[in-house]
């Protein structure tokens, strides 16, 4: 096919210290690829540092700082609207960056996630064709108990406003593509699945001998949220580590402030009482770090509420891992119950800790982690990225955009 040129907005990319989201994995991995096969892939990430314009990994990489005048209205606001004003802040300097670089040369397709509605500005005003990701499923998130006020609603408000101006909208799951169709009406929803691969073969294994050799132990990777139903694990965990005294909890990932507590790792500690000294917390990993991690564990948990075939589950199945998931969420699309892997009810501690009780001892583990890295095939750059590309070509053929006005490169 034509050599496309491709821009991804994201508030968050690999490059930056502060990610730790599954977003960032994804853009990295897709934008990757397509510049592999030859296109001419731009990023636009928000930075904390600086502004600078820089190749990773044959992908053109283009910071964007928010400024300073946003934070004289959210101190005039008392910080009620910090998150909101966040995020349009963000909107309007990926606006800013994507107009100037669409002027040198003219953009194919604008790729933006719905996570921080980056694209509110730049959707209705950049003559682009545009595609919004559903990377996550804020619309929901009152269903995982994220307490509401007005920031909240706003944010809220924000994303549905950028799915109502979007005219091409995918999602990498059935689960999120059907909630859409019915939170957000949004009637045609495309589905493509997100590839994934084992980025690096040269892994670090310093964090997994200082800390894990030896080690028997269950994993939990990810932020420390409520909708990644961490607190569900938190509660369930006293149980297995009572059961078996040579068992270890290892979570890593950011600790995050919730309406439960505020820290989510000190509220695992509580809950863990004098086992916790059998509960090891590391902070976020690079996948250097990390894959060794994932590699000896005897178990994965990720018992989340509300979730979009998450990462964490494609690289803990990739590499072999028997993961216990939860009914409902996107696991199921994924994950066949006794076969490569195991599905517990949501929010349910009980039938957690009893799950994961019985499958510590399961004999059919590694026949299941096996069938895992199997299933894993389905989701090769070869499939998913054909698969984009696909969908990039045809609304591109078809017009599908009326705001698309480019120039002939």
């Not at 069938?371 to 998913?384: G, L």
């Amino acid at each position: 096919m034509a050599k496309l040129r491709i821009a991804f907005a994201t508030p968050e990319f690999v490059t930056e210290k502060h990610f730790d989201g599954g977003l960032a994995n994804y853009i990295h991995r897709v934008s990757r690829i397509l510049a592999q096969r030859g296109h001419d892939v731009h990023v636009v990430t928000l930075s904390l540092t600086d502004e600078a314009k820089f190749e990773h990994e044959g992908v053109t990489v283009h910071r964007v700082m928010l400024k300073r005048g946003w934070q004289a209205f959210n101190r005039a606001t008392r910080y009620s609207f910090s998150t909101s004003l966040h995020w349009l802040n963000f909107s309007a300097q990926v606006y800013r960056k994507l107009k100037q670089l669409h002027r040198q040369k003219a953009f194919h397709v604008v790729q933006y996630p719905n996570y921080s509605s980056c694209g509110l500005f730049s959707i209705p005003f950049l003559r682009a064709t545009h595609v919004v990701r559903a990377s996550s499923l804020e619309l929901a998130s009152n269903d995982a108990g994220v307490r509401r006020n007005l920031d909240l609603v706003l944010v809220h408000y924000l994303e549905a406003l950028q799915y109502r101006l979007a005219k091409n909208i995918y999602a990498p799951s059935q689960t999120t593509q059907r909630a859409l169709v019915r939170k957000a009406a949004s009637d045609q929803v495309a589905l493509i699945r997100t590839p994934f691969y084992v980025e690096t073969d040269d892994w670090d294994n310093t964090i997994y001998e200082q800390f894990l050799k030896g080690k028997k132990y269950v994993l939990y990777f990810g932020r420390f949220q409520l909708h990644k139903g961490f607190h569900t694990l938190a509660e369930a965990l006293p149980r297995l580590l009572n059961h078996y005294r040579d068992s270890y909890a290892i979570l890593v990932g950011r600790d995050m402030e919730t309406s439960l507590a505020p820290s989510m790792a000190a509220f695992a500690r509580s809950r863990c009482g004098s086992l916790a000294t059998r509960l090891i917390m590391l902070e976020n990993l690079p996948h250097r770090q990390l894959y060794p991690v994932i590699a000896g564990a005897h178990l994965v948990v990720l018992p989340s509420l509300i979730d979009n075939l998450p990462n964490a589950c494609l690289e803990a199945m990739g590499l072999g891992k028997v993961v216990i998931g939860t009914h409902g969420i996107s696991f199921d699309e994924l994950i066949t119950d006794g076969v490569n892997g195991f599905l517990v009810p949501p929010n349910n501690p009980e039938a957690l800790a009893e799950k994961m009780i019985s499958a510590w001892v399961d004999p059919r583990l590694e026949q299941m982690g096996k069938v895992a890295r199997e299933q894993m095939e389905q989701f090769a750059p070869d499939k998913t990225v054909a698969s984009l590309l696909g969908y990039y070509s045809t609304l591109l053929r078809n017009g599908h955009d009326n705001n698309q006005d480019r120039q002939q490169t």
